[in-house]
């Protein structure tokens, strides 16, 4: 089946501007996760929807940083006036609830390039 | 909270040859999962291999396998008859058990090189 897709698979932008990156998971999956991976690093968590509960947003840098779900499928990450740091790659995954250890699977990424 | 720790950047390998990326982890937990990674070019992370804390045998797949070292918190991957597609990121992950909520925590990645 289809795996985890991500739009666009590159975005550059100017300093100052918004960016809404999307997310479409594996349907079926009930969880849905955000990671940010900056250059050379690892990934770093930023947040986690899971049907509806509330989102875990402890992973999210600052308060120009939302994400939202809809209809418990897709998801857009939102970075209201883009710095220069927030330039790097954005990793959605998704999980299915109750499975044998919940494995996470992840999309392509976008690339944010922040001039 | 969790920290995981990859001490080599960089590793390279030669073609059939075997590899072993090193990762090292914090925690207070007794139960919990640990994962590698593979990262290609094309940045799609794909899971190469998983543990689960409470057991004891290592784990392997095909030529990969784990030495999980519990008591020092452990957890090396090996690569066997190495491949020019195993080239890659590899990345280190740990994960509490239980709710599915459970956020992956990734060391800083080996980039690993196969030369022909």
């Known amino acids: 089946g289809a795996g985890v897709s991500q739009s666009p698979s590159n975005k550059v932008t100017e300093k100052g501007k918004d960016v809404e990156l999307r997310c479409d998971p594996i349907?079926?999956?009930?969880?849905l996760y955000w990671y940010r991976q900056s250059l050379g690093q690892g990934l770093e968590f930023l947040i986690y929807?899971?049907?509806?509960?509330?989102?875990?947003k402890s992973g999210l840098p600052s308060d120009r940083f939302s994400a939202e779900r809809t209809g418990g499928s897709v998801s857009t990450l939102t970075i209201q006036r883009t710095q220069q740091e927030d330039s790097a790659v954005y990793l959605c995954?998704?999980?299915?609830?109750?499975?044998?250890?919940?494995?996470?699977?992840f999309g392509p990424g976008t690339r944010l390039t922040v001039l | 909270a969790q920290t995981v720790t990859q001490s080599q950047p960089e590793m390279s390998v030669q073609e059939a040859e075997t590899v072993t990326l090193s990762c090292t982890y914090d925690?207070?937990?007794?139960?919990?999962?640990l994962f590698w990674y593979k990262q290609p070019p094309s940045r799609q992370m794909i899971l190469v291999i998983r543990?689960?804390?409470?057991?004891?045998q290592n784990a392997t797949e095909n030529r990969f396998s784990v030495n999980f070292q519990k008591a020092a918190k452990s957890f090396s991957l090996k690569i066997s008859d190495s491949q020019l597609g195993d080239a890659a990121m590899y990345f280190c992950?740990?994960?509490?058990?239980?709710?599915?909520?459970?956020?992956?925590?990734f060391g800083e990645g080996t980039q690993l090189t196969v030369n022909p």
């Open positions: 995954a998704s999980s299915f609830y109750g499975g044998e250890d919940n494995e996470q699977f």
């Open positions: 349907s079926g999956h009930t969880a």
């Open positions: 929807f899971q049907g509806n509960s509330a989102p875990d």
């Open positions: 925690t207070s937990e007794s139960d919990y999962y």
């Open positions: 543990q689960e804390a409470y057991k004891q």
């Open positions: 992950a740990y994960r509490s058990p239980g709710l599915i909520g459970s956020r992956l925590t």
